[in-house]
């Protein structure tokens, strides 16, 4: 069995699912788990109704939600399926006042998934496809770190193989990425773009031949288009390689995707969904050298944060485990680290808990911080693309060791 993946981007429209309809078909007789992401945008306007109900703004929160009920239905009736009839999507915001933050993002964003896969597996179906829907926050079992959920791999493990090994189950089941659930029944998400990583776990569960994630690129690029204009294609990289990119900021692939695959060697692709018969990028152990051209990196939205001691100790022999017990805590995600004999500073995705992490660290540490900052990693640097790299940039913090440089530059 194969599993290929679908993200947001690829289901955005009516075409988007006519256009994964013949990818699946490619696949011929051979099963296939599909997982698919929040269509579009969605997953930011789900955001955007839990801000809005959460600071008791109901009327907007509600003109948001129709407006991503109603884009659904659209697509819908586009794909030729009856709203009401074939699928009767969510019709109240499932809000809960009394429940903190997190919890109630993850029951609402949550419906993104749960809205898309349903109207993918009934189009399919009435297609003359052999498919079923999976409800992956039953089978897919999880902790309640909300927004962050840690998966229970032996339990999922066990009821996935159970599904998808009993007499008679369909050729291709939909199932959502992203989303998982407690035991008692609670909706959970992985992290933002966690379906790479849902889509690993299927296959390391079922053991499959390859993954294939399904993207708006041609493959991995040395780049993002969207930044440097001549980018090139890395038709094979190792499990390592992957590994490194994705930790350094790399959007293509999700951090934890890779493990669950390399502990089984099961290869994964990169692919583009507007031409699926081009090879695109392969990740895997065997027969792959390094690889040859620079790769440039770059994790937006960064903020440095350095920390000294109040009373001149050395800060990195008494007090580090305690700053990164504050980090650990605080739920950050740390890109970069360094230190002097009296300061260590950390490089920091600027997420919403930074502000409490930083008023915690504050009561040890004299704190000062910079936002609105960009960490841009190369690999396979020299002299001269670092020196071009530099140029008219602001550069906050610089780490190079042989081949790789990390620059923290203000944002342009």
Not at 233 to 245: F, G, H, K, N, T
């Amino acid at each position: 069995m194969k599993v290929y993946k679908f993200g947001g981007a690829s289901v955005k429209d009516a075409d988007g699912v006519r256009n994964l309809e013949r990818i699946v078909r490619l696949n011929g007789d051979n099963d296939l788990m599909v997982v698919v992401s929040a269509m579009g945008k969605t997953t930011n306007a789900l955001e955007r109704v839990v801000e809005f109900m959460s600071a008791g703004k109901e009327e907007q929160a509600l003109s948001q939600w129709v407006d991503i009920v109603d884009c659904h239905v659209a697509i819908m009736k586009e794909l030729g399926l009856q709203p009401g009839v074939d699928i009767r999507l969510q019709g109240e915001i499932p809000f809960d006042p009394t429940l903190p933050y997190d919890e109630n993002y993850d029951q609402i964003v949550s419906l993104g998934e749960i809205m898309s896969t349903q109207i993918i597996a009934v189009y399919l179906l009435k297609q003359g496809l052999s498919v079923e829907w999976w409800n992956m926050p039953k089978l897919l079992r999880t902790d309640d770190t909300w927004r962050e959920a840690k998966v229970d791999n032996e339990t999922s493990a066990a009821t996935i193989r159970a599904g998808w090994e009993r007499p008679n189950r369909p050729q291709i089941v939909v199932a959502q990425g992203f989303i998982g659930g407690t035991a008692d029944g609670k909706r959970t998400t992985l992290g933002r773009e966690g379906s790479d990583y849902t889509a690993a776990l299927l296959g390391n569960y079922l053991d499959a031949e390859s993954v294939t994630i399904w993207k708006d690129v041609p493959g991995i690029l040395n780049a993002d288009p969207r930044i440097e204009p001549n980018t090139v294609l890395i038709p094979s990289l190792r499990y390592q390689d992957a590994v490194e990119l994705s930790y350094s900021g790399a959007q293509i692939i999700h951090p934890k995707t890779i493990r669950p695959l390399e502990n089984k060697q099961i290869p994964l692709y990169v692919k583009p969904f507007g031409e699926p018969q081009a090879a695109g990028s392969k990740i895997a152990a065997d027969g792959i050298g390094p690889i040859d051209v620079p790769v440039y990196i770059w994790r937006k939205n960064q903020i440095l944060i350095t920390m000294r001691a109040k009373d001149f100790a050395f800060v990195l022999e008494e007090s580090l485990s305690e700053i990164f017990d504050i980090i650990q805590r605080h739920r950050l995600k740390v890109s970069l680290i360094q230190s002097s004999a009296v300061t260590i500073s950390v490089c920091v995705d600027n997420t919403r808990f930074v502000p409490a992490a930083i008023e915690a660290l504050k009561e040890h540490f004299n704190v000062s911080y910079n936002d609105h900052l960009s960490l841009l990693t190369i690999r396979g640097t020299t002299p001269q693309i670092l020196d071009s790299a530099k140029a008219g940039r602001t550069i906050m913090l610089s780490q190079t060791t042989r081949r790789t440089a990390r620059l923290v530059v203000k944002e342009q």
